[in-house]
Structure formats: C-alpha cells, structure tokens
C-alpha cells in the first residue's frame, strides 16, 4: 500500500508560480512512476505530467508543457510540479498519483495510488 498527501496549493494570480508536493510513504519510492492530474470545476479530472521511475523520462498534457516541470527527490520520497506562468484555465484540485508501471502513461486507470488532492486557484 501507499500514501501519497499533497502540500503547496493555493491562491496566486495569473502569472504567478507555485510548487505543488506529493509526499509517498508505504513504498520503496525510487520504483513508482508518478504522476499529476488536476480536475476543474464541472469538468473530468484530466492528466497533467508524469515521471517514470525507472529512467527519470517525462511526459506533459500540451498545454501545461514548457509552463509545467515535474520532478522527483527519490531520497525525500517527494515528487514535484513546479508550475509557472499560472492561468486561469489551470484551476483545479491537483491529484498526485503513483504506479509500478514503468512505462509513461497518462491514462487514469493505470495509476492504483491517489492523493487527496490540493486546491489551486489562480485570479486574473
């Protein structure tokens, strides 16, 4: 079993930056690809970027990529997305979730662990 919780959301302006945190315990870290989805407001939650564990290889949603950075401090059993020049169409709660696939995959199904989810809001 594993435990994700999510740290580092909040209210920022358009624009603005944060870095959300997936903290993983239950697990050996180093060998779960992880992941963020989001979901907005009346719409379904939608994949955001993920990071394999075996090669460190990342895979972006398009219209997050080159705003978005995920990453992964394996010695502090963290993963991270950095976000950067904020939208408001980037509202939403943000999940983290892991998997023991090694492949990247975007798809919702193949990830057995989620987190609880942490709030974004971003205001123009």
């Known amino acids: 079993q594993v435990q994700l919780v999510e740290s580092g959301g909040g209210l920022v302006q358009a624009g603005g930056s944060l870095r959300l945190s997936c903290t993983a315990s239950?697990?050996?870290?180093?060998?779960?690809?992880m992941a963020w989805f989001r979901q907005a407001p009346g719409k379904e939650r939608e994949f955001v970027a993920t990071i394999s564990w075996a090669y460190g290889g990342t895979y972006y949603k398009d219209s997050v990529k080159g705003r978005f950075t995920i990453s992964r401090d394996n010695a502090k059993n963290t993963a991270y997305l950095q976000m950067n020049s904020l939208k408001r169409d980037d509202t939403a709660v943000y999940y983290c979730?892991?998997?023991?696939?090694?492949?990247?995959?975007?798809?919702?199904?193949?990830?057995?662990?989620w987190g609880q989810g942490t709030q974004v809001t971003v205001s123009s």
């Open positions: 239950g697990r050996i870290f180093s060998s779960l690809t």
């Open positions: 979730a892991a998997t023991t696939v090694v492949a990247l995959t975007s798809k919702e199904d193949e990830f057995d662990y």
